[in-house]
Nanobody
Framework: VQLQASGGGVVEVGGSLILSCVASGSVHAIDYMAWYRQAPGQERELVATTGIRGTDYNDSVKGRFTISRDNHRNTAWLEMNSLMPDDTAVYYC??????????????????WGQGTLVTVSS
């Protein structure tokens, strides 16, 4: 199983970007998908989550970011609006995925995408 994040780039203050995260491989089901970010010199922080209990957001992005997912396509998106310089970071997708093993059994593991850089220029 792999998580592939994409959609990062350079955007001006007040602009928008949409990040995508696709799970591929022997995926059976996804319990939980989330976006994290890590700014230079800072710890990784949770940005948004989507799971069976709904969605949740870091206070710093509430009202500006929207997380969504398509279970059939094993994909999650993070729509980011009204971007600010403090949103500059590498964004990572994260998921708890039930996957088929080589011998046919199911197991759940946590996966991380490779990160996509978002730069907000002022």
């Amino acid at each position: 199983v792999q998580l592939q994040a994409s959609g990062g780039g350079v955007v001006e203050v007040g602009g928008s970007l949409i990040l995508s995260c696709v799970a591929s491989g022997s995926v059976h089901a996804i319990d939980y998908m989330a976006w994290y970010r890590q700014a230079p010199g800072q710890e990784r922080e949770l940005v948004a989550t989507t799971g069976i209990r709904g969605t949740d957001y870091n206070d710093s992005v509430k009202g500006r970011f929207t997380i969504s997912r398509d279970n059939h396509r094993n994909t999650a998106w993070l729509e980011m609006n009204s971007l600010m310089p403090d949103d500059t970071a590498v964004y990572y997708c994260n998921a708890d995925i039930w996957a088929w093993g080589a011998r046919g059994g199911l197991s759940k593991s946590e996966y991380w995408g490779q990160g996509t850089l978002v730069t907000v220029s002022s």
